[in-house]
Nanobody
Framework: QVQLVESGGGLVQAGGSLRLSCAPSGRAFGRDAMGWFRQAPGKEREFVAGINWSGDNTYYAASVEGRFTISRDNTKNTLYLQMNSLKPEDTAVYYC?????????????????WGQGTQVTVSS
């Protein structure tokens, strides 16, 4: 059974940093595009960042560009999201996702697998 397991969420003050990790299990994801989405209470799921299979192409939402960095280590079968200069509006459940077909854009409907999410809370 394929699973995506996120970790690294928590409570941080505004201006602080967190690094999220996503470790797929059940199969290797070295040839799949991957991404991060988030969802705050009462809001729709929102694209955060995407990365192609090799890691040399990335795409960010305007709201996080320059503060967040998506990366992957295919030797460890792990996806990362480094989040710096966090703001209270970054508070959400963050989800890891993967797509077999190489898509790493903002349309959540096009991704094949999803994790259960990890909570990130930024206090002011």
């Amino acid at each position: 059974q394929v699973q995506l397991v996120e970790s690294g969420g928590g409570l941080v003050q505004a201006g602080g940093s967190l690094r999220l990790s996503c470790a797929p299990s059940g199969r290797a994801f070295g040839r799949d595009a991957m991404g991060w989405f988030r969802q705050a209470p009462g809001k729709e799921r929102e694209f955060v960042a995407g990365i192609n299979w090799s890691g040399d192409n990335t795409y960010y939402a305007a709201s996080v560009e320059g503060r967040f960095t998506i990366s992957r280590d295919n030797t460890k079968n792990t996806l990362y999201l480094q989040m710096n200069s966090l703001k209270p509006e970054d508070t959400a459940v963050y989800y890891c996702t993967a797509d077999f077909g190489g898509y790493y854009g903002s349309n959540w409907n096009l991704y094949d697998y999803w994790g259960q999410g990890t909570q990130v809370t930024v206090s002011s």
